[in-house]
């Protein structure tokens, strides 16, 4: 079998770089034109060849190393401009912003230290996932939901927070284990 690791070219990996590409789309969109149907469906866009890169990935043999650090770097330069534009609107989400911001920084730095100590770029685990998915819902919701009520705002903000929160906990004691290896 074929390593593919090295791969640059792919599929996947070009699908990863229309979702950076989108990215300033999505802010001028909501900032710019005030278009915020618009903005949810390149929002949902971004989504979809989020889905559809992976499975190609996956299914065609085409995970590379590029594509597990541009995937995620798409993932979190969209819900953090999404997330920016949002501020405009919805103060409470500044501290759901904070936290991924911190809690990216944090994952950068373990990541490159990992990465570094074992040679390996390990993919996302189902926790990342599962707080990338938590966190467009929250996102999608504020887009489209114009007058979203401040109690529900709040609290799709803490659940946002605690997708992150647990990423990072488990990530954090993933890597650990990682590094206890060596």
């Known amino acids: 079998m074929e390593d593919n690791r090295k791969q640059v070219l792919t599929i996947p990996n070009l699908l990863s770089a ?10 001028w969109l909501y900032c710019g034109r005030g278009d915020y149907p618009l903005t949810a469906c390149v929002l949902v866009l971004s989504g979809v060849t989020d889905i559809v890169d992976g499975f190609i990935a996956r299914r065609f043999r085409m995970v ?11 993932d979190k ?19 759901l912003l904070a936290l991924l911001v911190v ?36 996102i999608f919701i504020h887009i489209v939901w114009y007058g979203v009520p401040a109690g529900t705002s709040a609290l799709l903000t803490a659940l946002g927070a605690a997708g992150i929160l647990l990423s990072l906990t488990l990530y954090t004691l993933e890597n650990l284990r990682r590094l206890g290896r060596r």
């Not at 229309?18 to 802010?27: A, S």
């Not at 401009?81 to 500044?94: K, M, P, Q, S, Y």
């Open 18 to 27: 229309f979702r950076i590409l989108l990215v300033p789309v999505i802010v």
């Open 64 to 74: 590379s190393d590029l594509g597990k650090v541009l995937d995620p770097v798409a």
């Open 77 to 95: 330069l969209t819900q953090a401009a999404a997330l920016g534009c949002l501020l405009t609107r919805f103060r409470v989400l500044w501290w």
């Open 103 to 138: 809690k990216e920084c944090l994952m950068a730095a373990m990541g490159i230290f990992v990465i570094r100590r074992t040679g390996e770029v390990y993919s996302a685990s189902w926790h990342g996932k599962l707080a990338t998915c938590i966190l467009y819902a929250v």
